[in-house]
């Protein structure tokens, strides 16, 4: 019995790869995840109180080009259900022939129990813990479970200002 999500998206990859002969570097690659990070997400919340929420990026694969894939804000994400969606949309990408890799992420929070203060701080501390794995050339995240078009805005509103931030002037004294 396969214990995990991921593990399991394996043992299909295996059947297809023994199927259609592919090369084993392939699917040593394509059984490996190009990056998967984990982070520590500090909100403060309405009352002033801090609340600690974990959230994920996975790229899976870039072969192809950037990657791609949803952000979700749900109770049960975890880094293995990421991995696993972005391995799947790497392969969904290059099934239909979209010049795009597999990428997904996510939140561990049920956003219906947050208000939309909280919920604006908890999109833009994510893209704080996580613009460096993302860009138009690396890594394009998208809506997901429980993430909507403000909450979008609010994510490329906060990347923008981080991005913008690189370069500093030279003061003479």
């Not at 394509?30 to 974990?54: T, W, Y």
């Not at 952000?71 to 696993?84: A, C, L, Y």
Request: proline fraction near 6%; glycine fraction near 8%; charged fraction near 25%.
């Amino acid at each position: 019995m396969v214990d995990s999500l991921f593990e399991q998206a394996l043992v299909t990859l295996d059947v297809a790869a023994d199927r259609l002969q592919l090369d084993t570097e392939v699917i040593s690659r394509l059984k490996n995840p190009r990056s998967a990070v984990e982070v520590s997400i500090p909100v403060r919340m309405d009352d002033g109180s801090q609340k600690i929420f974990k959230g994920y990026r996975v790229r899976h694969n870039v072969t192809r080009g950037p990657a791609k894939g949803g952000i979700r804000f749900h109770p049960n994400v975890s880094m293995d259900e990421v991995k696993t969606l972005a391995f799947w949309m790497t392969i969904k990408c290059a099934v239909v022939g979209i010049p795009l890799g597999g990428g997904k992420g996510g939140v561990c929070v049920n956003p219906k129990l947050l208000s939309k203060m909280e919920v604006e701080r908890l999109s833009r501390g994510y893209i704080q813990h996580v613009y460096d794995a993302i860009g138009p050339k690396k890594d394009i995240p998208a809506p997901d479970v429980y993430t909507n078009p403000m909450i979008m805005g609010w994510m490329m509103d906060e990347y923008s200002k981080i991005r913008r931030a690189a370069i500093t002037k030279k003061t003479h004294e």
